[in-house]
């Protein structure tokens, strides 16, 4: 199983721009989730799916979009970057819906926004 | 809603030393679940335990050690004769079971631990 996978790894982007990062899990999990980190705010929900067509907003839902066609994949996509959403993105899945299990990771994407 | 606070922003320890990082957590739901999560330099993170609200059994898996209390609502991390690897972020996190209206799980905003040689 390749787990979590992202990409891409790195993406720079001029402020208004849009662009989709990928997400993708080979696990069969229901749920799956998108965080950004910035230093010293911890992860914070951006969006989250509970299985394919059904998403929700998390904590810092302004200026990102998602949808969730099939199981595997759930991208996440910034309409008109701007350079508060420089960050780095991580993705995650879960066997439970709850998430009372342990979340899988992708290695994250690293967006700077000039 | 959940919170979870971890304090100490930055721990320096020396090789060798114990090293506690501190984890309290607010919620209302009496069936919830804790974790602790590493993130090594090289950014990936790394799931290291589950608890649930029901077992406050201590929980030791090699140098690693992890002190569940209720009463004090806390899930503390402790690393006895930390090493130079162990330098990380560490995450404490919280989700509640409250029947399917909870799908999200909250985090402190990490403990950046560095061990010196």
């Known amino acids: 199983n390749a787990g979590v996978t992202q990409t891409p790894k790195f993406q720079v982007l001029k402020t208004g721009q849009s662009m989709t990062l990928q997400c993708a899990q080979d696990m069969n999990h229901e749920y799956m989730s998108w965080y950004r980190q910035d230093p010293g705010m911890g992860l914070r929900l951006i969006h989250y799916?509970?299985?394919?067509?059904?998403?929700d907003q998390g904590e810092v839902p302004n200026g990102y979009n998602v949808s969730r066609s099939t199981t595997e994949d759930f991208p996440l996509r910034l309409l008109s970057a701007a350079p508060s959403q420089t960050s780095v993105y991580f993705c995650a899945s879960s066997y439970s819906l709850a998430v009372t299990y342990e979340q899988y990771f992708g290695p994250g994407t690293r967006l700077t926004v000039t | 809603a959940q919170k979870v606070t971890q304090a100490q922003t930055e721990i320096s320890v020396v090789e060798k030393e114990d090293v506690t990082l501190d984890c309290v957590y607010e919620t209302r739901d009496t069936t919830y679940y804790l974790f602790w999560y590493k993130q090594p330099p090289s950014g990936e993170l790394v799931f290291l335990i589950r608890r649930n609200s029901f077992d406050e059994q201590n929980e030791i898996s090699g140098r690693y050690s992890w002190n569940f209390q209720k009463s004090t609502s806390s899930f503390n991390f402790t690393i006895t004769a930390s090493q130079v690897v162990d330098s990380a972020v560490y995450f404490c996190?919280?989700?509640?079971?409250?029947?399917?209206?909870?799908?999200?799980?909250?985090f402190g905003k990490g403990t950046l631990l560095t061990v010196n040689p």
């Open positions: 799916s509970v299985g394919a067509g059904i998403t």
């Open positions: 996190a919280l989700s509640v079971d409250s029947g399917g209206s909870n799908y999200k799980l909250t």
